[in-house]
């Protein structure tokens, strides 16, 4: 079946750039998701990507996918103390999310100073 | 102020008791989502509603039963049937033209007593 997959954990010294690595199995996914959770809190979307695209930029937030390997990176750039938090990849499977979104375990980001 | 409300944020359960997690949106959003956190592991899907006065199934159904008769709302009861309801549980909604983002609430957070 559907299945999202991501390393559970990343340290960065504040200020480096942090990169989040996640791989997906359905080749049909039209949305891929980032997801920001911080402690005792909801999700807040951070940036999503469409199929069609290699590459989305948002100030400090670029997204890659790379279809052919299913394989999507969030990267942050002067990951600051406040990027602290667990990051979730989402995909929409072929539904576009109609029906529900397949999230990976989730990358708990620390920074360091 | 638009967006999505759960109540309560803290809930506590007795054996054999049946409790209800509230979601209100004020997005004007035709879908609706529960979704079960564990610890270290992703979202799973319980229940999703894409229009009122009807919902589906998600992956984790046993033991949850919901309802959707206004379009605002769609609360989740953890019944005595949900031999481990201890999670954090977290309602989202989706917009079925332009903006098929799922966007969450705050969540609720179940604890057995």
């Known amino acids: 079946g559907e299945d999202v997959e991501q390393s559970l954990f990343l340290s960065v010294r504040e200020g480096d750039s942090s990169v989040i690595n996640c791989t997906y199995t359905d080749s049909s996914s039209t949305y891929l998701y980032w997801y920001k959770q911080e402690p005792g809190a909801g999700l807040q979307l951070l940036t999503y990507i469409f199929s069609n695209m290699d590459m989305k930029q948002d100030q400090r937030l670029t997204v890659l996918l790379n279809k052919k390997d299913k394989h999507l990176s969030l990267r942050i750039a002067d990951t600051q103390t406040g990027d602290s938090a667990i990051y979730f990849c989402a995909d929409s499977g072929s539904t576009g999310g109609y029906n529900k979104l397949i999230f990976g375990a989730g990358t708990r980001l620390a920074v360091h100073p | 102020d638009g967006g999505i409300t759960q109540s309560p944020k803290y809930l506590f359960r007795k054996e054999g008791q049946n409790v209800t997690l509230s979601c209100e949106q004020n997005?004007?959003?035709?879908?609706m989502y529960w979704y079960r956190q564990d610890p270290g592991q992703g979202l799973r899907l319980i229940y999703y509603s894409q229009i009122v006065n009807d919902f589906q199934k998600g992956d984790i159904a046993e033991g949850y039963s919901v309802s959707r008769e206004k379009k605002e709302s769609f609360p989740l009861t953890v019944t005595s049937a949900q031999k481990n309801p201890t999670a954090f549980y977290l309602c989202?909604?989706?917009?079925?033209?332009?903006?098929?983002?799922?966007?969450f609430g705050p969540g609720t957070r179940l604890l057995v007593l």
């Open positions: 997005l004007n959003h035709d879908a």
């Open positions: 989202a909604s989706r917009g079925t033209s332009g903006d098929e983002t799922q966007y």
